[in-house]
């Protein structure tokens, strides 16, 4: 029996790490997990300063939203994973308030690690936040403003209304450009039942160069090549897609061909040149005008093309090419053939046209019903088109929430005091331990106004007290009116969020949070042996 070991570490292999108890596992998962909350928490809000976030393939993300910056960090602690997971379900669901979800259930974390040391146990604190997160629930449907819910999702200036706080969020100061481009984009792709409005109708082209102000929305496609041949330009023409490419085909057999004299070698040329133009023929035939091609397109078949005077198009990416379809409502053929009428698109124009010293193909469609619409960003860097592009990803997917429920709530951190008000009076109420539970939980809410407060430079004490001032007299809308520094009514600054958007932001995190207060024990297994992978030569340690 010499050497043996007792215990779990007879159990297991050699080389396995496991940490159990108060002090090792839950108090550093929490640890883990503030950590990671406190990195999203400086980019809360319009005022939230930007993460420079460097992956492991190097690319650089300048940005602050929450959702990028927790992917791209590859986190490795199991805890603080489950918060990653929980921003990006919230991303997933609405595509806005991943930042709101890691922060918030990292500060229930916090104070739960303070209630723990005054020698609460995890399960009741967890007890605890159940009620208090049902409560939440509660208090936010009351808060909704009354009429928000039925709502004309075509009407531009309802669409603003809600988007603009969560576009500013991302480009505060850039809202008044941005929104309304958004909210046209998005209001020309919106089908007869608003609840199935697919997020892909919207598409980004960045252009560098020109500034914000430049940008424009594109009813169709705009695609970043430049057409292929001479001509340029066409009105009101059909389309015909071939996916395989125009070209001649090679024959799928080996085969040799004998050829005897010189007239004989004359002849197979021209035979091959009277295919090709047959081929192309029947297409010019058939009525189309431009020829979409998936991949390349051969010499001889661009000469014959431009002699029948059609625009060629060079797709190369098979998902641009789907889209591309939808848009002209052209059937993709496998292979150049004469196409029926039936599988011919539409387009009231193609042109190709230079933004920005880059050579653009613009395919437009006014008729179409939802088909595809693009946004033209222009901008002065690759970083800052990214970060805009964002800003937009964020608006459309707020309006695809907003298309499946409406309704809002006041924005700029007076939904979140009023919360933290109205728990705080229903935990005096409660009787036994949860009662501490629930208070942490409405003093987590502070954690919103406080954050914004800092982030934009301002005594954040003397906010949260004049919010609760003004809250406990009856004025539930009053929230913080960033730009001045001083506690003004959402409403009549019209900041406004999505009552869907708070509530899942609220139920993921209190959710995540729980389930990290319910580890006791954690037990790694030894780490699979192989060869150490090679580290990347990237950034040195300057």
Same mark, same amino acid.
């Given at each position: ?221 705009? =695609?970043? &090549?430049? %057409? ?6 066409? @009105?009101?023409?059909?389309? #015909? +897609?071939?996916?395989? *490419? ?18 004989? =070698?004359? &002849?197979? %040329? ?6 090709? @133009?047959?081929?192309?023929? #029947? +297409?010019?035939?058939? *009525? ?40 002209? *409502? ?213």
């Amino acid at each position: 029996m010499v050497g043996y070991s007792y215990g779990i570490q007879s159990m297991l292999k050699d080389g396995h790490r496991h940490m159990s108890g108060l002090d090792e596992a839950v108090l550093k998962n929490i640890d883990a997990c503030k950590q990671l909350s406190t990195i999203t928490r400086t980019s809360l809000g319009p005022n939230g300063m930007n993460k420079m976030v460097i992956n492991h393939l190097d690319k650089l993300f300048v940005t602050n939203d929450a959702a990028t910056i927790v992917n791209e960090l590859e986190v490795q602690h199991p805890a603080a994973k489950l918060l990653v997971l929980a921003g990006k379900a919230q991303q997933e669901e609405i595509g806005d308030g991943a930042n709101l979800t890691v922060s918030f259930a990292g500060e229930l974390l916090q104070k739960a690690e303070e209630l723990i040391r005054m020698g609460l146990h995890p399960s009741e604190i967890i007890i605890g936040y159940t009620k208090a997160i049902n409560k939440t629930i509660e208090i936010l449907e009351e808060l909704v403003e009354e009429g928000s819910e039925n709502m004309n999702v075509k009407d531009k200036e309802d669409v603003i209304l809600r988007m603009r706080s969560a576009v500013a969020s991302k480009q505060f100061g850039q809202e008044d450009i941005l929104c309304p481009l958004i909210a046209e984009a998005c209001i020309q792709v919106c089908p007869k039942n608003p609840v199935n409005f697919n997020v892909d109708n919207v598409r980004v082209a960045k252009l560098v160069g020109g500034g914000l102000h430049d940008s424009a929305v594109v009813r169709g496609m705009v =695609l970043k &090549n430049d %057409a292929v041949g001479t001509i340029k330009r066409m @009105e009101k023409a059909k389309v #015909a +897609v071939f996916v395989g *490419g125009v070209d001649t085909t090679a024959t799928e057999t080996k085969g040799t061909v004998l050829i005897h004299n010189a007239e004989q =070698l004359e &002849n197979y %040329a021209k035979t091959e040149e009277a295919k090709v @133009e047959e081929l192309i023929k #029947a +297409v010019a035939d058939s *009525g189309a005008k431009v020829i979409v091609s998936g991949s390349a397109v051969g010499e001889m078949a661009l000469h014959f093309c431009e002699r029948y005077k059609l625009m060629v198009l060079k797709i190369s990416s098979k998902f641009e090419l789907r889209r591309f379809c939808r848009t002209t *409502g052209a059937v993709a053929l496998l292979k150049l053939s004469q196409p029926n009428p039936d599988d011919l698109g539409y387009v009231d124009s193609v042109s190709v046209e230079e933004i920005g010293g880059a050579r653009v193909t613009i395919v437009k469609n006014e008729q179409g019903g939802n088909s595809v619409s693009t946004l033209v960003l222009r901008g002065s860097t690759d970083s800052i088109l990214d970060d805009l592009e964002r800003a937009v990803d964020d608006g459309v997917n707020t309006y695809r929430a907003m298309c499946r429920d409406s309704r809002i709530v006041p924005g700029a951190a007076a939904t979140e005091i009023e919360l933290a008000e109205r728990l705080k009076e229903f935990s005096f109420k409660e009787t036994g331990l949860d009662q501490y539970g629930i208070a942490k939980f409405a003093e987590s809410f502070e954690m919103i106004p406080k954050t914004l407060a800092e982030n934009a430079g301002l005594n954040a004490i003397e906010i949260i007290s004049s919010l609760y001032a003004e809250h406990a007299s009856g004025n539930t809308k009053v929230g913080i009116d960033l730009e001045e520094g001083v506690c003004k009514d959402a409403s009549t600054v019209h900041i406004w969020d999505l009552h869907i958007t708070k509530f899942f932001a609220l139920k993921y995190a209190a959710d995540a949070a729980c389930t990290v207060l319910r580890v006791d024990q954690i037990i790694m297994a030894k780490p699979a042996g192989g060869p150490k992978p090679q580290q990347q030569g990237g950034m040195d340690e300057d």
